[in-house]
């Protein structure tokens, strides 16, 4: 029997991408299971829906806590309680400190709505729409200290149509999201790719 990696996802949202990971952890050789979806919001909608999955939900409201860091490690210990080896960011609108990103460096990935290294931060599709690019897209990256700039695991590209608008190019956008994430998890739960220094580093299958 295949072992799995346990993985927490943390969203601030609905977890759109979060419903793709959920789905590819059913299957049974999937090298990951998903043990805890994570919120810094209460009302986050993808919190009913990860219950509704039958997974474990905790919610970690940054509003109750006085600093970051009171938060970070509030969160941190959920995770450690939980035994999470991999933590997932699905739409989490919080930027972590260094503390919290050293703790699960080579551990920690993000979906980012670009492709990387242009366009990071928010508001990504209106930035690519406004540089008159060709070519769009989305990046799964390792999470490191400085924003939307770890080593990348995988990119998917669409092409950019006269008359994109950004809502055109989100919904396209979210397609190849939800393909390459539950890929790139699976990648890193096997070994097949793992961090190295500033690069990812894949393991030949013979």
Known sequence: MIEKKRVAILISGRGSNMAS???AAAAPDYP???????????????????????????????KAYPDRESFERAMDAALVEAEIEIVCLAGFMRVLTPWFVSRWVGRMINIHPSLLPLFRGTHTHRQALDAGVRVHGCTVHYVVP?????????????????????DALATRVLVEERRIYPQALAQLASGEARLSGQRVEWLLKR
């Open 146 to 166: 400085e924003l939307d700039s770890g080593p990348i695991i995988a990119q998917a590209c669409i092409p950019v149509f006269p008359g994109d608008d950004e």
């Open 32 to 62: 990951a299971s998903i043990a805890l979806v994570l919120s810094n919001r209460p009302g986050a909608g993808g919190i009913t829906r990860a219950s509704e999955a039958g997974v474990a939900t905790v919610v970690v409201d940054h």
């Open 21 to 23: 990971l959920l789905d």
